[in-house]
């Protein structure tokens, strides 16, 4: 008959294991809630415009590669949010529509 292995488990080794394994996921936790940045494009459409495709900038975005980008109504787009990133897209829109921002926001770049 064959002996099966058996492996003895102390106390102290447990708990060494158990902290181990604690520390691991606080650790991974914590990298997870650091504070991201704003992705380097803002795409900024507007739903009631007379064309319904501006979302569809987005998918041609991500066709070509740039899937890091930032999705934002035109009415809710403020001089922090442009400042925040590097470049801004405006799909298709009357210019009637466009939000109020001081004219240093447009200055900027």
């Given at each position: ?27 991974s936790a914590g990298r997870s809630a ?19 495709f501006g979302r569809y900038t987005g998918?041609i975005l991500r066709a070509e590669g ?44």
């Amino acid at each position: 008959m064959k002996r099966r292995f058996q492996i003895a488990y102390s106390p102290l080794r447990l708990l060494a294991v158990i902290v181990l394994i604690s520390t691991l996921v606080l650790v991974s936790a914590g990298r997870s809630a650091a504070v991201t940045l704003p992705a380097p494009i803002l795409l900024i459409v507007n739903d009631s415009a007379p064309n319904p495709f501006g979302r569809y900038t987005g998918e041609i975005l991500r066709a070509e590669g740039l899937n890091d980008y930032d999705l934002m109504q035109l009415g809710s787009v403020t001089a922090t949010d442009l400042s925040q990133h590097s470049v801004a897209v405006l799909a298709e829109t009357p210019l009637t529509a466009r939000p109020r921002l001081r004219a240093s926001s447009t200055e900027i770049g």
